[in-house]
T-cell receptor
Framework: DAGITQSPRHKVTETGTPVTLRCHQT?????MYWYRQDPGHGLRLIHY???????DKGEVSDGYSVSRSKTEDFLLTLESATSSQTSVYFC?????????????FGEGSRLTVL | GENVEQHPSTLSVQEGDSAVIKCTYS??????FPWYKQELGKRPQLIID?????GEKKDQRIAVTLNKTAKHFSLHITETQPEDSAVYFC????????????FGTGTRLAVRP
């Protein structure tokens, strides 16, 4: 498995609280992504990054922000969590843009917002 | 934007039979079509992919076909085994949208022993 870890792996929080999920890679891959997985919706892209301090929005970015201050770390922040953000979040990395190569996923972070 | 539809949502087959999962995409400029397998409680992993200049690709018991004219592609699994039981996701990528992958909604395949 590619060297990619997510933390925390499980989190329960209350509506309105801030939450940060961390993705750490040891592969030195340029591209990093955050997806959420929900039944009936598959995997949907939240935000992605082409490199340090270079990020862009995906299809479901409302309510989320990201930061990438180092190549190896990509943080996903929910400024004020809502119940609709209860989901499993996957970080992914790729050496090249996804039009050309494989996405390697982390193990996922299960977030429950009460 | 890109839209990817995947069918069926669930599929149950007898061990040894074949399974076929179909996907359609909306943008004719799509050029890369991977398939990911996700076992229960695990991360998605790439099992096979195909590019728009190829019509078919095989890897042992799995194959993918692409029909660019009809804008659909399919995953074929032959001689299914219990370990093939998983959720399968198709995806499509379009260079003009920054190569971001759009995933289908997934197919839960159950192989009955």
């Amino acid at each position: 498995d590619a060297g990619i870890t997510q933390s925390p792996r499980h989190k329960v929080t209350e509506t309105g609280t801030p939450v940060t999920l961390r993705c750490h890679q040891t592969e030195n891959h340029r591209y990093m992504y955050w997806y959420r997985q929900d039944p009936g919706h598959g995997l949907r892209l939240i935000h992605y990054s082409y490199g340090v301090k270079d990020t862009d929005k995906g299809e479901v970015s409302d309510g989320y922000s990201v930061s990438r201050s180092k190549t190896e770390d990509f943080l996903l922040t929910l400024e004020s969590a809502t119940s609709s953000q209860t989901s499993v979040y996957f970080c992914a990395i790729s050496e090249s843009s996804t039009g050309r190569g494989e996405l390697f996923f982390g193990e996922g972070s299960r977030l429950t917002v009460l | 934007g890109e839209n990817v539809e995947q069918h069926p949502s669930t599929l149950s087959v007898q061990e040894g039979d074949s399974a076929v999962i179909k996907c359609t995409y909306s943008d004719s400029a799509s050029n890369y079509f991977p398939w990911y397998k996700q076992e229960l409680g695990k991360r998605p992993q790439l099992i096979i992919d195909i590019r728009s200049n190829v019509g078919e690709k095989k890897d042992q018991r799995i194959a993918v076909t692409l029909n660019k004219t009809a804008k659909h592609f399919s995953l074929h699994i032959t001689e299914t085994q219990p370990e093939d039981s998983a959720v399968y996701f198709c995806a499509a990528s379009m260079r003009s949208s920054g190569d971001k992958l759009t995933f289908g909604t997934g197919t839960r395949l159950a192989v009955r022993p």
